[in-house]
């Protein structure tokens, strides 16, 4: 007796199957990446405002000299105001000093955007994420300097053992002897934002972004270098006390635990403008039928088939 075969399916009938069926982990909503025409005037904007906002936090010079000597006092009692070796250091040493104080004029403004575009291009799914942390810690750090406006270590009595490099090399740079302002533009600066260092801020923000979205040992290197670098480079200049670079950092982490909440803030602005009164009927039931010809709340077109009680009666509404 032979035993029945299963019959074997068709294979002209495996492709009217329907799609295969993915687990929740693969399928993942698409969702659109950052827009340049919209993200560089955003960037653009809160640039702007906190530059301005810095401008306006100027503080009392005696104010800023108090917080600046309260400051350095802290440090000595803790054992931890390493500024003063470090600025002897890049003091005397001209080939030390020189090329510290070219990179606290110009790295703060070039890595840190070039990072930004580099994000935005490469790594678009981190780069939105990534520009909100950074806005947020921006913006802490302008509230830091309307509360404490801080006179860094430079700016003391000549006493208090403190040099400003970046005064003693001027000639060699384009800048003067008001920080790191081009020379005749000393004005445009806020030389009492020093609480946080932002310098020190924003390298963290970028060694956190070249150590996450970056590969190979080279990026992986440059990311533990850069905010060490900046430390020591804002310390040795006299730009900043330890305690500022140490509040730079606190600041940028605070920055990242209120990214999450203004990233939920701002999505649920975006929908709320996105969404369109237009075209909604009583009970939210759309009432547009064709491109652009819409009707009112039970009006019916000849023709029309109707989705109420007889749902299943496919009779046009005009022969009935």
Not at 150 to 159: N, Q, V, Y
Not at 238 to 260: E, K, P, S, V, W
Request: with cysteine; net charge positive; aromatic share 8%.
């Amino acid at each position: 007796m032979a035993i029945p075969q299963p019959a074997r399916p068709d294979r002209r009938t495996l492709h009217h199957r329907g799609p295969v069926q993915r687990g929740p982990h693969l399928r993942e909503p698409h969702r659109r990446g950052p827009r340049w025409w919209s993200e560089l005037p955003l960037v653009i904007v809160v640039y702007a405002a906190y530059s301005a906002g810095r401008l306006l936090a100027r503080g009392d010079r005696s104010d800023a000299v108090g917080h600046g000597l309260a400051l350095l006092d802290m440090e000595k009692r803790l054992g931890i105001d390493f500024e003063r070796p470090l600025n002897r250091l890049f003091t005397s040493t001209p080939s030390v000093g020189i090329p510290a104080d070219f990179a606290y004029a110009s790295l703060h403004y070039l890595v840190t955007p070039a990072i930004l575009v580099w994000l935005f291009r490469r790594r678009p799914r981190g780069y939105r994420a990534a520009r909100t942390w950074l806005m947020m810690s921006t913006l802490l750090g302008l509230i830091g300097f309307t509360l404490m406006p801080t006179c860094p270590p430079r700016l003391l009595d000549a006493g208090h053992g403190f040099t400003d490099t970046m005064a003693q090399f001027s000639s060699y740079g384009w800048w003067g002897g008001e920080a790191s302002a081009p020379r005749g533009l000393g004005g445009m600066t806020n030389q009492f934002a020093a609480m946080p260092s932002l310098h020190v801020g924003w390298a963290l923000w970028c060694g956190v972004m070249l150590w996450l979205h970056g590969r190979g040992v080279i990026l992986r290197a440059l990311a533990v270098a850069y905010p060490a670098i900046t430390t020591l480079v804002v310390m040795g200049t006299a730009n900043h006390y330890f305690l500022d670079a140490l509040a730079g950092a606190l600041t940028m982490g605070a920055g990242l635990l209120l990214a999450r909440p203004a990233l939920l803030v701002a999505d649920r602005v975006r929908a709320r403008f996105r969404a369109s009164p237009r075209g909604v009927g009583s009970g939210g039931t759309s009432t547009v039928v064709s491109g652009g010809c819409e009707t009112s709340a039970g009006e019916h077109i000849p023709g029309q088939r109707t989705s109420s009680a007889g749902a299943g009666d496919s009779t046009p509404a005009a022969t009935r």
